[in-house]
């Protein structure tokens, strides 16, 4: 195979191979250094044999993935307080975003063992057929079968069910900022469902929550701290969709920080921030 075709089929499907490492992982940094191995090891394969270069690649990115899952779910055991996958922030014609998985459905993902994560992505999100995924992840079809339905057990319960327009989450995501700058009670108490819970993820690196915080009256005794705290501190960069969730990129006092709302209902039902500096490597844009 000509050297500038087997680029053009590796660039093709680069975007691809993007998305799955990334709902593997968690990480867009991780998912990138995947996919820079699989093209060298493209690069090094007799490409002229592969038949299906789409599968052999799909193939190559899962099973690197798989590796690091091992090593990433020790590494997350002693992670410092909360841990959130990495802000994926998207525009509005984002080809990273056909698979259509929320943040929330990314924290379901936390909850699978590797090979069922893989599975359920493979089959589930990524279309590929029963009999492939079993050769990826070198188990029988049958066990692959039970692997992918226990997955989809307990991701099933995390589907989003309240689907927002895009200029209504932006909407909400202005009105909620405002409400925690100024700390509106009532403003707040508005928007934030009864059992609403609240998630920061500051890696160790910044001053964040290291536990979950549940309840509306909680959370408007933190959004009132806050913005007596820091009220005149907290601006506003943009309001984004963050992982299929409305939510904003803004700073407190100069840290840059991602916050993703969860909706149903028309009321907020989780609230999750992203503070850890780690992983907000381009986020903030201008």
């Known amino acids: 195979m000509p050297p500038d075709r ?62 690091q899952m091992k090593s990433a779910r020790s590494r997350r055991e002693t992670y410092p307080g909360t841990w959130l996958p990495e802000p994926l922030i998207e525009s509005e014609d984002d080809a990273l975003r056909p698979d259509n998985l929320t943040l929330t459905l990314m924290m ?65 995501a202005r ?19 009864e059992g609403a819970s609240f998630h920061a993820d500051g890696g160790g690196k910044v001053t964040s929550y290291p536990n979950v915080i549940s309840g509306v009256e909680n959370l408007i005794r933190l959004f009132q701290g806050w913005s007596r705290k820091f009220g005149a501190k907290m601006e506003l960069v943009e309001p984004v969709i963050i992982d299929g969730l409305p939510g904003f990129v803004s700073r407190i006092d100069g840290q840059p920080q991602t916050t993703a ?16 500096p780690d992983k907000l ?3 903030i844009r201008h």
């Open 6 to 67: 087997g680029t053009e089929i590796f660039q093709a499907q680069r975007p691809r191979l993007l998305r799955l490492a990334y709902r593997m992982l968690g990480s867009r940094h991780d998912a990138e250094d995947v996919v820079q191995e699989a093209w060298l090891r493209w690069q090094r394969s007799d490409q002229a044999v592969v038949q299906e270069p789409a599968a052999w690649l799909t193939r190559i990115v899962s099973r690197l993935c798989l590796d």
């Open 108 to 172: 379901a993902l936390e909850r699978l063992s590797p090979l069922e994560r893989a599975a359920f992505l493979l089959h589930d999100v990524f279309g590929q057929s029963m009999e492939e995924v079993a050769a990826t992840i070198d188990r029988s079809p049958a066990a692959t079968r039970q692997l992918a339905s226990r997955a989809r057990a307990h991701v099933q319960i995390d589907r989003p069910r309240y689907d927002m327009p895009r200029d209504a989450a932006e909407t909400l």
């Open 175 to 193: 009105a909620f900022f405002a409400a925690c700058k100024s700390g509106a009670a009532a403003a707040l108490g508005a928007m934030l469902a």
């Open 261 to 276: 709302l969860q909706i149903e209902a028309g009321r907020i039902t989780a609230i999750y921030i992203t503070r850890n």
């Open 281 to 283: 490597d381009g986020v």
